[in-house]
DNA sequence: AAAGAGAACAACCGCCTATTA
DNA sequence: ATAATAGGCGGTTGTTCTCTT
């Protein structure tokens, strides 16, 4: 940590920081500005980070905002423990990229870059580790995955004699992906009973009246684009009422859950078990990586050519 | 029950690349 | 053709959690 102080406290020199207002957020988000970023985003996009923490009221620099939506909120991740056949994935990959994390994630849906690093970094190295050491004594002159070929019943990456490194397309076992404001949709339907209610089409901007911003920082931000605001108010009453439950289900996840608000809760509360606490529980349970109960469903032909691109 | 060690994860930093003016 | 800008990527670090003693 010193080191990083004494190495943004030299001004004038290098590259320009990216954030140049000072005051801004660092750190871990707090619930209240990941609900400020998702309700944003949910209504307005992302079209320009630079600009997004500005309009969205955030005190953060636009890579922070576009890195805490990538790595967290965004409602296609997949939380929780990586299977087994996603770790094979990531072995093999990295066998023939390497590092190239944010390749790997792109055949992995619903896995994010950095989350795969880490993954790597913490055990699947070891684990080659310790598989290079107890293969060593017997296989000489192998590469990784001649020593450890992949079988159809882990991986699911197919090599096909002869053409283990120029591979054009890998068969990759994924979980069916769902669309998880489809999924919240469904919510609303009377026979629906394992979803949370659906993201509002409009915020409340109520919600952030207790986030204190300091009017000067964003200065030049008063000129938030009213036209952007597509408040539809043909049906403001439904939609407010979407947009009460979405919020008192994202404040319910982020650790918000005010006990006044308990009647809005009751509704959340009969749609427990629903998919989309995964995407919100604050840390997967402890990690002894690979579940053993994972059924891929569906393969997907992945493509290989964009990887090599 | 408390302390220490190690593991896991979220987030930051700075460089690179693509795009736009 | 060039410079400026924004987005993306990979490496690294700090914090938190879990396990062991």
């Not at 509002?200 to 605001?229: G, M, Y």
Request: glycine share 6%; with cysteine; proline share 6%.
């Amino acid at each position: 940590m010193k080191r990083k102080q004494e190495r943004a406290g030299v001004m004038g020199r290098g590259r320009a920081p990216c954030c140049q207002k000072i005051g801004l957020h660092k750190g871990s988000w707090t619930p209240q500005e990941d609900i400020r970023l998702i309700t944003y985003i949910r209504k307005h996009g992302h079209s320009n980070w630079r600009a997004l923490p500005k309009q969205a009221g955030l005190l953060r620099c636009g890579k922070s905002c576009r890195l805490r939506w990538i790595n967290y909120l965004r409602p296609d991740i997949k939380r929780g423990n990586f299977t087994k056949e996603e770790e094979d994935t990531i072995i093999n990959l990295h066998e023939l990229l390497g590092n190239k994390w944010s390749k790997i994630a792109s055949c992995l849906p619903g896995r994010t870059d950095n989350e795969i690093k880490n993954v790597w970094n913490t055990h699947l190295k070891k684990r080659i580790k310790h598989q290079d050491y107890t293969t060593q004594s017997s296989m000489t002159n192998k590469s990784w995955s001649e020593v450890n070929p992949p079988s159809s019943s882990s991986s699911g990456i197919t090599f096909t004699e002869g053409e283990e490194l120029s591979l054009e397309k890998i068969e990759i076992p994924i979980e069916p992906q769902l669309d998880i404001w489809d999924i919240l949709d469904s919510s609303l339907s009377p026979n629906a009973s394992s979803s949370p209610p659906p993201p509002p089409a409009v915020e409340n901007d109520d919600i952030f009246s207790d986030i204190p911003i300091d009017p000067d920082l964003w200065s030049d931000a008063t000129n938030i684009d009213s036209n952007t605001k597509e408040v539809d108010t043909s049906d403001g009453g439904k939609l407010a009422e979407d947009s009460m439950k979405w919020l008192a289900y994202l404040e319910e996840e982020l650790g918000l859950f005010d006990e006044a608000e308990e009647e809005t809760m009751e509704l959340i509360s009969m749609q427990e078990g629903n998919s989309m606490g995964s995407y919100f529980h604050k840390r997967p349970p402890s990690s002894s990586s690979s579940s053993s109960s994972s059924s891929p469903s569906l393969t997907k032909l992945v493509d290989l050519k964009c990887i090599n691109a």
